[in-house]
């Protein structure tokens, strides 16, 4: 069972930026894939970013060259680093785990790869 807490969400002008983070319990978090999705009202949950167990990473097209994903192991905690954030990129945005030791060129956008999800954390972007 893994256990993931959100943090670092709010309110920001477009430009901005903002650091999302994601706490995991556990002792097997570095061989889980770990990935970002987001969902805004009225809006399907989709898929932002991804990090594997072997550090290769993967995004959506709206968020390159903008969002950074990373993770680090002897902390147990993913990162999104979201610069010149957009009024677009407001969302919930929810932290997932899952996908052991897979490292595969695709499935990463699947909410099914996922077998954990966080609770989220609001983040809003202001024009």
């Known amino acids: 069972q893994v256990q993931l807490v959100e943090s670092g969400g709010g309110l920001v002008q477009a430009g901005g930026s903002l650091r999302l983070s994601c706490a995991a319990s556990?002792?097997?978090?570095?061989?889980?894939?770990m990935g970002w999705f987001r969902q805004a009202p009225g809006k399907e949950r989709e898929f932002v970013a991804a990090?594997?167990?072997?550090?290769?990473?993967y995004y959506t097209d709206s968020v390159k060259g903008r969002f950074t994903i990373s993770r680090d192991n002897a902390k147990n905690t993913v990162y999104l680093q979201m610069n010149n954030l957009k009024p677009e990129d407001t969302a919930v945005y929810y932290c997932?785990?899952?996908?052991?030791?897979?490292?595969?060129?695709?499935?990463?956008?699947?909410?099914?790869?996922?077998?954990?999800w966080g609770q989220g954390t609001q983040v809003t972007v202001s024009s």
């Open positions: 990090i594997n167990w072997k550090g290769s990473t």
């Open positions: 997932a785990a899952g996908g052991r030791n897979y490292s595969g060129s695709s499935d990463y956008t699947a909410t099914s790869l996922y077998n954990y």
């Open positions: 556990g002792r097997t978090f570095s061989s889980y894939t």
